[in-house]
């Protein structure tokens, strides 16, 4: 099981975003492998630490991260933070360490060299409640850029393939080195060679492609998952892009949804409610059969455990709340009023509410219990 991203780092949950980069900056230069080489131990460390930096550097995966924690990011090995490389990692030392450190240590033997990582895409996929509670693997097609076939590149005379230029300046305080991207290659290290025919300026084409996107079950409305390296590729030696995929719940007909917990309305006659009956009511699951006991008021819920959506955090499932009303005919004949009317003094027919009987409030109570 995976260690919590905040314990990763040594921080507190509510650590604000320069405390969260201070603590992966001092992990990052202690586990670093050029500081570690052959330790497989550090290096795993290294990882963990970029991965959680990854998640929590970002507001709108940390706010995922700190809802749903681990689950929020995995489908099928496809999740936020997970499956990062090395070139992902050393990406991110622009950020941590900046320029001026010009190739710190040379982050694994390559002196600062910089990879260029293609775009994301961002894709919307339906699902249905079903779906949602069972998981499903969608097939989508997308649209991506790719490298052109016959497309050459080789290393930015320039930067020398670093991506980086860099610039040193004499001023009263000493000697200042910083560095910026190479205005030639724009930070890709690589020159286009061969265009190939068809292909934009970068040796990039747009090409179509069916892709497999395995959604685990208990995924929310407007959930964001990542497929890695399904998105634009980058020109010459760069890493893919990924594809976002956002989740779009379908409102089911008779079904509706509360956190993991379901609602269903189900209205009884009178006679059913008085004499007692058994209905059938549908579920995420198929039909089940319940039982309305004699005497059935309006208002009562009844609550099947285990019949509602899995829990993305692995929490168990929640629950189906049968809303019970009994139905009031709004016309009657003369034969039907003649019954009721005769009912109006008999004392069964006299509204008797026992201590048993659950108010409201008491009946809200219990859905969120």
Known sequence: MKEDYYKTLGVSKGASASEIKKAYRKMA???????NPGDKAAEEKFKEAAEAYDVLSNPEKKSRYDQFGHQAFQNGGAGFGGGMNMDDIFSQFGDIFGGAFGGFGGFGGSQGRRVMKGSNLRVRVNLTLEEICNGVEKKIKVKRKVLAPGAT???CSNCNGTGQVTKVTNTILGRMQTSTTCPRCNGSSQILDDRPSGSDPNGMIIKEETVKIPIPAGVVDDMQLKVSGKGNEAPGNGISGDLLVVI??????????????LHYELYVSIPDAILGTNKDIETVSGKVRIKIEAG???GKILRLRGKGIPSINGYGTGDLLVHVNVWTPKTLDKKQKQFFESMKNDDHFEPKPENSEKSFFDRVKDMFS
Do not use: A, W
């Not at 230069?29 to 500081?35: A, E, L, T, V």
């Open 248 to 261: 779009n719940e379908v409102p089911h007909k008779k079904l509706q949804r509360e956190g993991d917990n």
């Open 153 to 155: 590149f080789s290393t």
């Open 296 to 298: 059935m008021q309006s």
């Open 29 to 35: 230069i202690k586990y670093h492998p050029d500081k």
